[in-house]
Protein backbone atom coordinates (compact mmCIF):
# COMPACT_ATOMS: atom_id res chain seq x y z
CA UNK A 1 0.00 0.00 0.00
CA UNK A 2 1.59 3.53 -1.02
CA UNK A 3 -0.17 5.55 2.01
CA UNK A 4 -3.38 5.73 3.41
CA UNK A 5 -6.31 6.78 2.12
CA UNK A 6 -7.96 10.42 2.00
CA UNK A 7 -11.81 10.30 2.04
CA UNK A 8 -13.05 12.72 -0.93
CA UNK A 9 -15.10 14.37 1.33
CA UNK A 10 -12.43 15.57 3.17
CA UNK A 11 -10.34 16.96 0.35
CA UNK A 12 -13.40 19.78 -0.43
CA UNK A 13 -13.25 21.09 3.37
CA UNK A 14 -9.53 21.05 3.38
CA UNK A 15 -9.51 23.27 -0.29
CA UNK A 16 -11.93 25.55 1.10
CA UNK A 17 -10.43 26.47 4.22
CA UNK A 18 -6.69 27.33 2.50
CA UNK A 19 -8.85 29.47 -0.19
CA UNK A 20 -10.83 31.02 2.34
CA UNK A 21 -7.44 31.58 4.81
CA UNK A 22 -5.86 33.14 1.13
CA UNK A 23 -8.69 35.50 0.72
CA UNK A 24 -8.87 36.51 3.75
CA UNK A 25 -5.11 37.68 3.71
CA UNK A 26 -5.94 39.56 0.43
CA UNK A 27 -8.70 41.24 1.83
CA UNK A 28 -6.38 42.44 4.82
CA UNK A 29 -3.72 43.47 2.80
CA UNK A 30 -6.26 45.54 0.32
CA UNK A 31 -7.56 47.01 3.68
CA UNK A 32 -4.21 47.85 4.89
CA UNK A 33 -3.14 49.96 1.29
CA UNK A 34 -6.62 51.65 1.38
CA UNK A 35 -5.92 52.94 5.21
CA UNK A 36 -2.72 53.66 3.94
CA UNK A 37 -3.57 55.70 1.17
CA UNK A 38 -6.88 57.49 3.13
CA UNK A 39 -4.03 58.12 5.62
CA UNK A 40 -1.68 59.92 3.16
CA UNK A 41 -4.17 61.61 0.75
CA UNK A 42 -5.66 63.20 4.27
CA UNK A 43 -2.09 64.02 5.14
CA UNK A 44 -1.36 65.96 1.55
CA UNK A 45 -4.45 67.71 2.29
CA UNK A 46 -3.87 69.39 5.83
CA UNK A 47 -0.09 69.57 4.32
CA UNK A 48 -1.34 71.08 1.14
CA UNK A 49 -1.27 74.99 2.34
CA UNK A 50 2.23 74.84 4.14
CA UNK A 51 3.91 73.01 1.16
CA UNK A 52 2.89 75.52 -1.26
CA UNK A 53 4.80 78.35 1.07
CA UNK A 54 7.23 76.03 1.58
CA UNK A 55 7.59 75.58 -2.23
CA UNK A 56 7.56 79.01 -2.84
CA UNK A 57 10.23 79.83 -0.07
CA UNK A 58 12.21 77.09 -1.59
CA UNK A 59 12.08 78.66 -5.43
CA UNK A 60 12.96 81.85 -4.45
CA UNK A 61 15.74 80.52 -2.45
CA UNK A 62 16.92 78.81 -5.90
CA UNK A 63 16.54 81.92 -7.60
CA UNK A 64 18.84 83.97 -5.11
CA UNK A 65 21.71 81.36 -5.37
CA UNK A 66 21.40 81.35 -9.35
CA UNK A 67 21.77 84.98 -9.54
CA UNK A 68 24.47 85.43 -6.59
CA UNK A 69 27.12 87.10 -7.97
CA UNK A 70 30.42 85.22 -7.93
CA UNK A 71 32.80 86.13 -4.64
CA UNK A 72 35.55 87.94 -6.08
CA UNK A 73 38.22 89.43 -3.38
CA UNK A 74 38.44 92.55 -5.49
CA UNK A 75 35.00 93.71 -4.50
CA UNK A 76 36.23 94.69 -0.95
CA UNK A 77 39.17 96.60 -2.42
CA UNK A 78 39.04 100.82 -2.54
CA UNK A 79 38.06 101.68 -5.56
CA UNK A 80 40.72 104.21 -6.04
CA UNK A 81 44.55 104.38 -5.56
CA UNK A 82 47.53 102.92 -7.16
CA UNK A 83 47.64 99.72 -4.55
CA UNK A 84 43.83 98.67 -5.82
CA UNK A 85 45.18 99.27 -9.36
CA UNK A 86 47.95 96.37 -8.98
CA UNK A 87 46.12 94.33 -7.04
CA UNK A 88 43.47 93.92 -9.66
CA UNK A 89 45.87 93.89 -12.38
CA UNK A 90 46.09 90.86 -14.42
CA UNK A 91 49.81 90.27 -14.67
CA UNK A 92 50.22 91.03 -10.43
CA UNK A 93 47.73 88.30 -10.18
CA UNK A 94 50.22 86.21 -12.33
CA UNK A 95 53.36 87.02 -11.17
CA UNK A 96 52.37 86.06 -7.49
CA UNK A 97 51.12 82.83 -9.05
CA UNK A 98 55.16 82.56 -10.73
CA UNK A 99 56.37 83.78 -7.16
CA UNK A 100 54.56 80.73 -5.68
CA UNK A 101 55.52 78.10 -7.99
CA UNK A 102 59.32 79.33 -7.94
CA UNK A 103 58.87 78.79 -4.02
CA UNK A 104 57.49 75.53 -4.19
CA UNK A 105 60.51 74.67 -6.71
CA UNK A 106 63.20 76.34 -3.85
CA UNK A 107 61.46 74.57 -1.13
CA UNK A 108 62.28 71.27 -2.82
CA UNK A 109 66.13 72.53 -3.43
CA UNK A 110 66.31 73.76 -0.02
CA UNK A 111 65.26 70.54 1.41
CA UNK A 112 67.52 68.38 -1.14
CA UNK A 113 70.49 70.52 -1.07
CA UNK A 114 70.96 73.01 2.33
CA UNK A 115 73.30 71.63 4.15
CA UNK A 116 72.60 74.21 7.28
CA UNK A 117 69.99 73.23 10.09
CA UNK A 118 68.93 76.65 10.50
CA UNK A 119 68.31 79.69 8.02
CA UNK A 120 70.95 82.16 10.02
CA UNK A 121 73.55 79.07 9.70
CA UNK A 122 73.00 78.30 5.53
CA UNK A 123 74.99 79.33 3.10
CA UNK A 124 73.92 82.80 2.05
CA UNK A 125 72.37 81.83 -1.38
CA UNK A 126 69.85 80.03 0.49
CA UNK A 127 69.18 83.30 3.12
CA UNK A 128 68.57 85.31 0.24
CA UNK A 129 66.38 83.38 -1.54
CA UNK A 130 64.07 83.05 1.21
CA UNK A 131 64.62 86.80 1.94
CA UNK A 132 63.29 87.37 -1.33
CA UNK A 133 60.15 85.34 -0.85
CA UNK A 134 59.39 86.80 2.45
CA UNK A 135 59.93 90.25 0.94
CA UNK A 136 57.60 89.70 -1.90
CA UNK A 137 54.87 87.52 -0.24
CA UNK A 138 54.73 90.13 2.43
CA UNK A 139 54.82 93.19 -0.29
CA UNK A 140 51.59 91.34 -1.80
CA UNK A 141 49.88 90.81 1.23
CA UNK A 142 50.07 94.47 2.03
CA UNK A 143 48.59 95.54 -1.54
CA UNK A 144 45.94 93.62 -1.53
Known amino acids: R ?4 IPDDNIPKQMKEQVKTEQVKKEQVILEQAQHAAHTAAQNRRMSGLSATFNTQLKDQVKSNIYQEEYDVSNFYHKTGFSQWLARHPRFE ?5 VIALNAAW ?15 SPPIF ?3 EHIFC ?6 WTIR
Do not use: K, S
Not at 2 to 5: D, M, R, T, V
Not at 94 to 98: H, P, S, W
Not at 107 to 121: A, K, Q
Not at 135 to 140: N, T
Open 2 to 5: LGAH
Open 135 to 140: CYFAYE
Open 127 to 129: QIA
Open 94 to 98: NLTLL
Open 107 to 121: IWVDTDVNPGPMLIR
